[in-house]
């Protein structure tokens, strides 16, 4: 289109003398950015031009009136030719007073009727609509301190007194949006024969959407939950039923049911603000430099990538408190909309919880048994946020790991979040696994102490107080990497073909949703340990806790580390795992600078060490990447106390216990895809020299074990020999007391104070090796795989095949262990196998449906095919240790 020029435009003329003089003494304040820089080339030729504008405020007025000189556009104080208008511009809100006025929305079709009835019996005439949009601190610059923000553009429209102080402090950075014009004569034309006011409102309506648009663009969308939501909430058909249904059964009035179901909300909803936000960041931008060496994220622009047109739900690992300031100070920095957190309820402190709540935390509580009108009230707050296309986090672990592994999902969030989604299908959902790795944690010390069998320590403000004193120690660095995303539609689909018409009926709940929300939880599990940050820390912890007192001698750690290191980059776990870059000895320099070990000197060569209680603390980041070690340390495991095995032993034995390992660390092969992994493990060792392969490439072999090479894989092995000690302990405690005699919980129990005890004995630093949850996640698997099962009296039963197990154990542990064990298990007196092991029976692979009959069956098989095997080739056996 052609730009306006002066003769184009109709004569210009002068605004009052006092509006001039505003103009002038605001000039200084105030630097315009025009979007886009020539709005000019928008405008059609020779037809008047009326503005319209957000609100109605005297400083974008004169905002404005620079803005069209500046660019060359007609004035919006002169009159509008062809009408009566005195004003080329006005406002969709109004407002009563002068300082603290109310803004009134009611008043936009006025303006818009005189136009209409100027344009009644003059079909030559135009006008062209404008609307123009003024953003006083829509992005305050880091440097200019965090108090601007307080007054930065948002949702909420200020008085003239809170403007005049926006103007002051942000008015360098004024943004002037144009968009394109609309003819109002065509819109006339295409609305037919609706009445005049009619169509003024209507108008009026159109461009209200318009402007609201345009502002979730600039600023973010509208997340102030007090004005937008709570009135949803209370007004949606589930909650208002629930106000029936809670008035009838406690026997109070309806008015009394709805001011409780109104506080509910009120505990639950957040008050997101952005000048609270962009506060918060200047505040936490110095927090962080006082507490850690620096934050990195990875992958985030692959994340950033997919988001749009999604609902995205980030579900983050959740590891420390620090979990949500650092979620959403990274993503605020980086340009995202910050998401709302669920948060518990015991987070509501006084001073802090209204700050969270502010930040976008909304807070549930642990359990909603026992109230219903909760229970209803909380899903309607989450499927309101889903319906608004609000960005949203949590944490579906249900708590903070004490261990540094990842805990066994709870599907609560889930399960509302999809069916959230199935009632109102219009946007996707995303959920997006972030992973979140420390090199030191604040809570480290109350986690061992928590795990020994401290009770938890409650949050409170004087608490937060006390813990201030944590300012004073650096945490290292911190890594975010935003793992794979999981996209919810395709699941529904493979789900069920007629997913969307579930959403018809919200009180039926579909019979595959369970299955659905599982399969989800699990693989964002899978997905956030696909995305480990391996850092300088991780690789010490799994070293050193790896060795008898901690200690290592310097030349053997060197060689360690650089073995674990090649190890990650040769046998790639998945292509966002990210490998601190330090090299072997810059790792021990940074780990003696961060504390962590301590260096002793010796004519002989240095020792590194780690002491007792930094043992247990450094566990949890040993334990952070576990399954990054899983099928190296099983190939080691197998090597512990034999010289010799079959490769097929290995692969075969390794499919066995695989369901057991996949479910405590979430690893993310099937059966074949963990066996090309262990295939690929093994000949790393072979090219390394760890391993010797003979007959063909049918046997392995391993040095005698006083060679290093033997020692790098007991290291290796040690990593994960304790899960093997703990299935041991549980299967052995029932095998000890026999069939029918312990229910679940006893066997939990049971299997809880084995491990305390072995622990005590042993002298292990590692606290998590007796966490119930884990003995509970074993005994499940054992459940699902029909291993062992309930019987009518609530107690568990097994088939013989679990003494089978008993003996095959002897593949991983040593004769010590397993006595150990055997002798501190409490139970009758019943006596277990004493066979000789199978060790290197070539077991064949079971599917995943066996039963405990065929695991028996082909035990026995494999006991006949070793002793028929042995009585012609001893030496392909199993050989202990030199």
């Not at 880091?142 to 948002?154: H, P």
């Amino acid at each position: 289109m052609p730009m306006i020029t002066t003769a184009d435009a109709p004569a210009r003329q002068p605004a009052p003398w006092w509006f001039n003089l505003a103009g002038q003494l605001l000039q200084p304040w105030v630097r315009i950015r025009r979007d886009p820089a020539e709005p000019a080339t928008l405008l059609q030729a020779g037809v008047p031009v009326c503005y319209v504008i957000e609100r109605d405020g005297f400083s974008d007025a004169l905002i404005l009136q620079r803005a069209c000189r500046e660019a060359g556009l007609p004035s919006p104080m002169q009159a509008l030719s062809g009408t009566r208008r005195r004003r080329s511009v006005f406002a969709l809100t109004r407002r009563d007073g002068w300082l603290f006025g109310r803004n009134r929305k009611r008043a936009a079709s006025e303006p818009l009727r005189q136009l209409v009835h100027s344009l009644e019996g003059q079909p030559e005439l135009d006008v062209q609509i404008v609307p123009v949009s003024i953003y006083v601190g829509r992005a305050p610059s880091r440097d200019s301190g965090w108090f601007r923000v307080l007054f930065s553009e948002n949702w909420v429209m200020v008085g003239r007194f809170g403007r005049l102080l926006a103007l002051l402090l942000n008015g360098r950075d004024t943004v002037v949006h144009f968009s394109a014009p609309v003819s109002l004569r065509q819109m006339l034309d295409e609305s037919g024969t609706i009445a005049p006011e009619r169509f003024a409102r209507k108008v009026a309506r159109v461009l209200r959407t318009h402007f609201h648009r345009i502002r979730a663009a600039v600023i973010g969308p509208d997340l102030s939950h007090k004005r937008t939501v709570v009135d949803s909430v209370l007004n949606a058909e589930p909650v208002r039923a629930a106000i029936v249904a809670a008035a009838a059964k406690e026997k109070i009035s309806h008015a009394k049911a709805w001011r409780k179901a109104n506080k509910l909300l009120l505990e639950i909803a957040a008050d997101y603000s952005h000048p609270v936000v962009r506060s918060a960041s200047f505040l936490l931008s110095n927090f962080w430099n006082k507490l850690y060496d620096g934050i990195a994220m990875h992958h985030f622009d692959k994340a950033r990538a997919a988001a749009p047109g999604h609902e995205v739900i980030y579900v983050p690992c959740h590891r420390s408190h620090a979990d949500y300031l650092l979620m959403s100070y990274q993503l605020h920095v980086s340009g995202v909309v910050v998401p709302h957190i669920a948060a518990g309820v015991n987070l509501n402190l006084p001073v802090i919880g209204p700050i969270l709540r502010r930040g976008g935390a909304f807070f549930l509580r642990r359990s909603f048994k026992g109230n219903a009108l909760y229970s209803v009230v909380f899903n309607e707050y989450v499927a309101q946020l889903i319906d608004r296309g609000v960005p949203m986090e949590y944490f579906i672990e249900g708590g903070r790991s004490r261990t540094g592994r990842l805990l066994a999902p709870r599907a609560g969030m889930l399960v509302m979040t999809v069916r959230a989604f199935l009632r109102a299908p219009r946007r996707p959902v995303l959920f997006q696994p972030v992973y979140i790795g420390y090199e030191k944690l604040m809570e480290g010390k109350s986690y061992a102490g928590e795990l020994s069998g401290q009770a938890k320590e409650k949050e409170s403000l004087i608490g937060l107080l006390r813990g201030l004193k944590v300012l004073r120690q650096r945490y290292g660095h911190v890594a975010l990497n935003f793992g794979e995303p999981i996209e919810l539609t395709p699941l529904l689909d493979a789900a069920s073909s007629d997913w969307r018409a579930a959403g018809a009926d919200p009180d039926v709940k579909p019979e595959w949703l369970n299955s659905v929300t599982d399969r989800l939880a699990e693989q964002i599990q899978i997905n956030i340990n696909r995305a480990a940050d391996v850092n300088p820390i991780n690789l010490l912890a799994l070293a050193l806790l790896a060795t008898p007192k901690h200690a290592m001698a310097e030349a053997d750690l060197l060689t360690q580390l650089e073995l674990g290191k090649a190890m990650l980059e040769e046998l790639p776990y998945s292509d966002r795992v990210t490998l601190t870059p330090m090299n072997p000895a810059a790792i021990i320099a940074y780990g003696e600078q961060m504390g962590w070990i301590q260096r002793v000197q010796h004519p002989l060569g240095d020792v590194l060490t780690v002491g007792a209680e930094q043992a247990v603390l450094l566990s949890y980041f040993r334990n952070n990447v576990l399954h990054l070690n899983a099928t190296a340390a099983w190939v080691a495991c197998c090597f512990l106390n034999n010289r010799r095995m079959s490769r097929a032993s290995v692969l075969r034995l390794g499919q066995i216990i695989y369901p057991f390992i996949q479910g405590e660390l979430f690893l993310p092969w099937d059966a074949d895809g963990f066996v090309a992994q262990l295939e690929a493990t093994i000949d790393f060792f072979v090219r390394r020299g760890l391993l010797e392969s003979t007959n063909d490439g049918r046997s392995l072999e391993r040095s005698p074990g006083q060679d290093d090479g033997a020692f790098q894989l007991k290291v290796i092995a040690r990593s994960l020999i304790q899960a093997f000690e703990r299935y041991y302990i549980t299967i052995a405690a029932l095998a000890k007391n026999g069939p029918h005699t312990m229910s679940g919980g006893e066997l939990e129990s049971a299997c809880t104070l084995t491990a305390q005890r072995l622990s005590l004995l042993n002298e292990l630093s590692a606290p998590e090796f007796f966490d119930k949850a884990l003995f509970r996640g074993f005994i499940q698997k054992l459940r699902e795989r029909r291993i062992v099962w309930t019987d009518a009296d609530g107690k568990l039963d097994y088939d013989s095949a679990l003494e089978g197990m008993v003996r095959d154990a002897r593949v991983i542990l040593s004769r010590e262990v397993r006595h150990s064990i055997l002798k501190i298990t409490p139970g009758g007196e019943r006596e277990t196998a004493t066979e000789e092991p199978v060790d290197a029976v070539p077991v064949q692979a079971l599917p995943d449906d066996a039963s405990a009959a065929d695991l028996h069956r082909r035990h026995v098989d494999a006991e006949q095919h070793e002793h028929e095997r042995r009585s012609g080739d001893d030496r392909r056996g199993p050989t202990p240790d030199a």
